[in-house]
Every structure is written in structure tokens, then in C-alpha cells.
């Protein structure tokens, strides 16, 4: 299994960025993609999380009202549209899966609840 994530660059605080990662290698979709983040230094965070049957999003109270997940199933894509950032938000995000047994709500935020990780793209929000 492989994850791509891309979209990270250089931004204006109250700017906007989308996020991608594409999954590949497995011929049946995941059951959880999620977005985490890293400062240097710090440990990594979660950011947000989606289901991928259903409607079920989660996100990190730092996060909630700004950054939007979403998925396109018919490509193993997930996306998140970060909206009016802010320096805070700078970090390295990471894409993370999950395939096969069901993840438990009050988990998505635990990296362990994840079996697949992208290399990381860096987000960066200048003030």
C-alpha cells in the first residue's frame, strides 16, 4: 500500500490550501483515511479523520470550522481544503489509512488506529 499526499506549499495567514493523497495497491477501498501533523519537535497530531462508508468526519477543535475532509471513493482519494490559516498551522501533514476492521470512534485520533502512512507534505503559513 501506498500513500501520496501532495498539495503542501507557502501561504499567507488567512490564505487557503488543498491537500491530497491518493491510496494505491489494494483492490478494496479503506475503511478510515485521516490527516495528521507534525512541528519539529513536537509530537505528531491529529488533525482529522473520515469514514469511508457514511458520513462520519471528526476533527481536532484547532482545526474545526476552517479545514474541510473529504473522499472520492471511486479513487481512493481523500482531500483537505484548509481555509482563512493561520501561522499555527504550519507543520508537515501526513496521510494515514486504515483498511479492513472497523475503527472505533473514540480512536481516530490515535496514530495506532492506522496501519498505512504517507511520506508527509509541508504546510506553511506565513504571518
Known amino acids: 500500500v501506498q500513500l501520496q499526499a501532495s498539495g503542501g506549499g507557502l501561504v499567507q495567514a488567512g490564505g487557503s490550501l488543498s491537500l491530497s493523497c491518493a491510496a494505491s495497491?489494494?483492490?478494496?477501498?479503506?475503511?478510515?483515511m485521516g490527516w495528521f501533523r507534525q512541528v519539529a519537535g513536537k509530537e505528531r497530531e491529529f488533525v482529522a479523520t473520515?469514514?469511508?462508508?457514511?458520513?462520519?468526519?471528526f476533527y481536532a477543535d484547532s482545526v474545526k470550522g476552517r479545514f474541510t475532509i473529504s473522499r472520492d471513493n471511486t479513487k481512493n482519494m481523500m482531500y483537505l481544503q484548509m481555509d482563512s490559516l493561520k501561522p499555527e498551522d504550519t507543520a508537515v501533514y501526513y496521510c494515514?489509512?486504515?483498511?479492513?476492521?472497523?475503527?472505533?470512534?473514540?480512536?481516530?485520533?490515535?496514530?495506532?488506529?492506522?496501519?498505512?502512512w504517507g511520506q508527509g507534505t509541508q504546510v506553511t503559513v506565513s504571518s
Open positions: 495497491g489494494r483492490a478494496d477501498s479503506p475503511s478510515v
Open positions: 473520515i469514514f469511508w462508508s457514511g458520513p462520519r468526519r
Open positions: 494515514a489509512a486504515k483498511w479492513g476492521s472497523r475503527m472505533i470512534t473514540s480512536y481516530v485520533s490515535t496514530q495506532s488506529s492506522y496501519d498505512y
